[in-house]
């Protein structure tokens, strides 16, 4: 691994960094906004409890650092990225 400079990707609310959390992601601006400052890093976890709502895959921007191969990715960050919508 490179010498990477991981300051600044910790998590706001739980100070987890977010980067070897492998929860690395970005939402639409709207999704974010409304209950964070678009400078704040937050995990899946934590952004999720201060949304109130499990994230699916159209809260996050189709981009490369979402759907290509940039980063990994946690298991709980994958499941969100392609969460399946139920129809009743």
Request: hydrophobic residues 35%; aromatic residues 14%; proline residues 2%.
């Given at each position: 691994?490179?010498?990477?400079?991981?300051?600044?990707?910790?998590?706001?609310?739980?100070?987890?960094?977010?980067?070897?959390?492998?929860?690395?992601?970005?939402?639409?601006?709207?999704?974010?906004?409304?209950?964070?400052?678009?400078?704040?890093?937050?995990?899946?976890?934590?952004?999720?409890?201060?949304?109130g709502r499990k994230l699916d895959s159209d809260d996050f921007v189709k981009l490369?650092?979402?759907?290509?191969?940039?980063?990994?990715?946690?298991?709980?960050?994958?499941?969100?990225?392609?969460?399946?919508?139920?129809?009743?």
């Amino acid at each position: 691994m490179t010498n990477l400079d991981l300051d600044g990707f910790e998590c706001k609310d739980c100070q987890e960094n977010t980067f070897i959390k492998k929860e690395y992601y970005m939402l639409h601006d709207e999704v974010w906004t409304s209950v964070a400052s678009k400078f704040e890093m937050l995990c899946v976890g934590c952004f999720e409890n201060r949304l109130g709502r499990k994230l699916d895959s159209d809260d996050f921007v189709k981009l490369p650092i979402n759907y290509g191969c940039m980063f990994p990715q946690s298991d709980l960050l994958y499941s969100r990225l392609y969460s399946l919508k139920q129809y009743v």
